[in-house]
């Protein structure tokens, strides 16, 4: 079992977004410092789908980023690091592993319900099982946290811990822990870099209509058609959760564009390949015109729409967020052609 008082020599660092920010910060602890928007870059985190067919709370699930666990095992495998994963059925069994870990001085990264955690302000607190964090030590029967998206480290009593980890519904955690086994003493990060570029590329052009450019537009074309199908009221309801999943889970839709850029200028300094920088400011202009969607979206959820704000002004900035990514992403792919 862990000692009653366990504080392991962990730097916590705020980040954007949960999955990246606790991937640099695993890494970075484990000798092979890592900003945030690299690990978000080389575990090709970008990403777009709106799935009609799967309901979060009862609404279709609107992704903007790619799925819970992903990011930190391409970073892993494109940087030649072995991360271990485990799940559990048992709640009980599954805080003893963590406990085990922690005296053993391996911090653990951790998937948790965001609903569960007290240190969230009720505000906050909603249904959403994709959150992660790094647990680094224990103070009686608090755990401490490094949990990215906070200022500084929090606790959590071990109770909370253990409903957050096991929270039901859609992407239940199931109690997954995981960290890293191997690390290489210097990684080489141009293929790195290549290879989670080359992922996001194929993510965003791809011909699945759901997902990428093409998923941006499906939602467009859905959503002029909301008010009359659905109803004023229902149409609100469906704009809302799009929001909600854009600026309260991670850092949302525009968040997401704005970190993949800062990774595209991080690397092209790293490559010393100016355009790779060029491309990551076009690619700002999309994630402000993914905030714009937002404001206005969230003026005609609140029945306060200014001049001009409707379902069919929300499509065509819709319509343009994708112009400006497929515009970013063909670049790219040009780019990896090309590139030595």
């Given at each position: 079992?862990?000692p009653?008082?366990?504080?392991l020599?962990?730097?916590h660092?705020?980040?954007?977004h949960?999955?990246s920010?606790?991937?640099?910060?695993?890494?970075?602890?484990g000798?092979?410092?890592?900003?945030?928007p690299?690990?978000?870059?080389?575990?090709?985190?970008?990403?777009?789908?709106?799935f009609?067919?799967?309901r979060?709370?009862?609404l279709?699930?609107?992704?903007?980023?790619?799925?819970?666990?992903?990011?930190?095992k391409?970073?892993?495998?494109?940087?030649?690091?072995?991360?271990?994963e485990?799940?559990?059925?048992n709640?009980?069994?599954?805080?003893?592993?963590?406990?085990?870990l922690?005296?053993?001085?391996i911090?653990?990264?951790?998937?948790?319900?965001v609903?569960?955690?007290?240190?969230?302000?009720?505000?906050y607190?909603?249904h959403f099982n994709?959150h992660n964090?790094v647990?680094?030590?224990?103070r009686?029967?608090?755990?401490l946290?490094?949990?990215?998206?906070?200022?500084?480290?929090v606790?959590?009593?071990?109770q909370?811990?253990?409903?957050?980890?096991?929270?039901?519904g859609?992407?239940?955690?199931?109690?997954?822990?995981?960290g890293?086994?191997?690390?290489?003493?210097?990684?080489?990060?141009r293929p790195?870099i290549m290879?989670?570029?080359?992922?996001?590329v194929r993510?965003?052009?791809?011909?699945?209509p759901?997902?990428?450019v093409?998923?941006?537009?499906?939602?467009?074309?859905?959503?002029k058609?909301?008010?009359?199908r659905?109803g004023?009221?229902?149409?609100?309801?469906?704009l809302?959760h799009?929001?909600r999943?854009?600026?309260e889970?991670?850092?949302?839709?525009?968040?997401?564009?704005?970190?993949?850029?800062?990774f595209?200028?991080e690397?092209?300094?790293l490559l010393g390949?100016?355009?790779?920088?060029?491309?990551?400011?076009?690619?700002t202009?999309?994630g402000?015109?993914?905030?714009?969607?937002?404001?206005?979206?969230a003026?005609?959820?609140?029945g306060?729409?200014?001049a001009?704000?409707?379902?069919?002004?929300?499509?065509?900035?819709?319509?343009?967020?994708?112009?400006?990514?497929?515009?970013?992403f063909?670049?790219?792919?040009?780019?990896l052609?090309t590139?030595?």
């Amino acid at each position: 079992m862990v000692p009653v008082n366990l504080e392991l020599d962990f730097q916590h660092r705020q980040a954007a977004h949960c999955e990246s920010g606790v991937a640099a910060n695993l890494v970075s602890h484990g000798g092979i410092p890592l900003s945030e928007p690299m690990a978000f870059g080389v575990g090709a985190g970008i990403f777009f789908g709106y799935f009609p067919f799967i309901r979060l709370n009862g609404l279709p699930l609107v992704t903007y980023r790619v799925a819970s666990g992903r990011i930190i095992k391409r970073l892993a495998g494109n940087l030649g690091i072995r991360v271990w994963e485990q799940s559990f059925r048992n709640p009980e069994r599954a805080m003893k592993a963590l406990d085990d870990l922690l005296a053993r001085g391996i911090p653990v990264g951790l998937q948790t319900g965001v609903f569960w955690l007290p240190y969230f302000p009720k505000a906050y607190r909603f249904h959403f099982n994709g959150h992660n964090l790094v647990v680094y030590g224990k103070r009686g029967d608090d755990y401490l946290i490094s949990d990215p998206v906070f200022p500084g480290p929090v606790s959590c009593p071990a109770q909370d811990l253990q409903r957050a980890r096991f929270a039901a519904g859609a992407l239940a955690p199931k109690g997954r822990m995981y960290g890293l086994e191997f690390r290489p003493e210097k990684p080489d990060f141009r293929p790195a870099i290549m290879a989670g570029i080359r992922v996001a590329v194929r993510g965003m052009l791809q011909p699945f209509p759901l997902t990428g450019v093409r998923g941006i537009r499906f939602l467009a074309r859905r959503l002029k058609r909301w008010p009359r199908r659905l109803g004023p009221q229902r149409a609100a309801l469906h704009l809302g959760h799009v929001v909600r999943m854009q600026e309260e889970i991670g850092t949302g839709g525009g968040g997401f564009r704005f970190l993949y850029a800062d990774f595209l200028r991080e690397a092209g300094e790293l490559l010393g390949h100016e355009p790779l920088a060029a491309v990551g400011r076009e690619l700002t202009a999309a994630g402000d015109r993914w905030r714009d969607f937002a404001v206005m979206a969230a003026r005609i959820c609140k029945g306060r729409p200014g001049a001009g704000d409707d379902y069919q002004a929300l499509a065509a900035g819709l319509e343009q967020c994708a112009a400006l990514e497929e515009q970013v992403f063909r670049r790219l792919r040009f780019m990896l052609g090309t590139m030595p």
